[in-house]
């Protein structure tokens, strides 16, 4: 791997793992899965991956073309995804993500509750809300299809891109699988903190994409 790629590599692997946000999902997938066994925790979170890695995957390969097919440039998709991005940035500075995806998991919780009253077992929380949106969201497609479409035609540097969002989904499942319990319990100061210094430099990282969206819209 060439210095330019491994750069590349670190860059995607930081936005990725910034963006999914492992430690902000996990407080909250143990939350979903609490009083539940060992097994069940293990297979959610590897199903869960499993399903956000289709997707992501699928977008990596297939989201440019997506793009052309709508009419939509690259210059616009970037700037576009980089407000989205700064979006979600600020709000895991100001712990409002978080505040959000704890909800949303309690109102699908409270659904499936009330949808099947008499269901025996927990529910399965592997696709949804697990897999989509909360581990393959908006941000984490937009980064994907981004760090994809600007290294189209160079195989080498895709695929560090393809390395760096595998790498960040096997951590995200070791995460969900093995420190759920511990991150919990760990309490919400942990979480909070990891989850404020990944926000800022997901601003940071945002503020670069649309800086390379208006760069090059306006000079095609």
Same mark, same amino acid.
């Given at each position: 791997?060439?210095?330019?790629?491994?750069?590349? =590599?670190?860059?995607?692997?930081?936005?990725?793992?910034?963006?999914?946000?492992?430690?902000?999902?996990?407080?909250?997938? !143990?939350? *979903?899965?609490?009083?539940?066994?060992?097994? /069940?925790?293990?297979?959610?979170?590897?199903?869960?991956?499993?399903?956000?890695?289709?997707?992501?995957? %699928?977008?990596? &390969?297939?989201?440019? !073309?997506?793009? @052309? %097919?709508?009419?939509?440039?690259?210059?616009? =998709?970037?700037?576009?995804?980089?407000?989205?991005? &700064?979006?979600?940035? &600020? +709000?895991?500075?100001? +712990?409002?993500? @978080?505040?959000?995806?704890?909800?949303?998991?309690?109102?699908? %919780?409270?659904?499936?509750?009330?949808?099947?009253?008499?269901?025996?077992?927990? +529910?399965?929380?592997?696709?949804?809300?697990?897999?989509?949106?909360?581990? $393959?969201?908006?941000?984490?497609? !937009?980064?994907?299809?981004?760090?994809?479409?600007?290294?189209?035609?160079?195989?080498? $540097?895709?695929?560090?891109?393809?390395? !760096? *969002?595998?790498?960040? *989904?096997?951590?995200? &499942?070791?995460?969900?699988?093995?420190? $759920? +319990?511990?991150?919990?319990?760990?309490?919400?100061?942990?979480?909070?903190?990891?989850?404020?210094?990944?926000?800022?430099?997901?601003? %940071?990282?945002?503020?670069? /994409?649309?800086?390379?969206? *208006?760069?090059?819209?306006?000079?095609?």
């Amino acid at each position: 791997m060439s210095p330019s790629d491994l750069s590349l =590599f670190l860059t995607s692997f930081v936005t990725l793992l910034v963006v999914i946000d492992p430690p902000g999902v996990v407080p909250i997938f !143990a939350s *979903l899965t609490s009083g539940t066994t060992r097994a /069940y925790r293990f297979s959610m979170a590897l199903r869960g991956t499993l399903v956000a890695t289709f997707i992501l995957f %699928a977008f990596a &390969f297939g989201g440019e !073309a997506l793009l @052309t %097919a709508v009419g939509i440039t690259l210059p616009a =998709f970037s700037t576009a995804g980089g407000l989205l991005l &700064f979006v979600m940035g &600020f +709000e895991m500075v100001f +712990e409002k993500r @978080t505040a959000r995806r704890s909800k949303f998991a309690e109102h699908v %919780a409270e659904e499936s509750h009330l949808r099947h009253p008499d269901q025996l077992g927990p +529910e399965d929380i592997s696709v949804f809300p697990l897999g989509i949106p909360m581990l $393959a969201g908006p941000g984490a497609i !937009a980064s994907t299809v981004l760090l994809m479409s600007a290294n189209e035609g160079a195989l080498t $540097a895709q695929g560090a891109v393809l390395a !760096a *969002l595998g790498l960040v *989904l096997v951590l995200t &499942f070791l995460s969900l699988a093995f420190l $759920a +319990e511990i991150i919990h319990r760990a309490g919400e100061t942990f979480s909070s903190l990891l989850s404020r210094l990944m926000g800022i430099m997901l601003c %940071a990282l945002a503020v670069q /994409y649309v800086f390379n969206g *208006l760069k090059d819209g306006l000079l095609s």
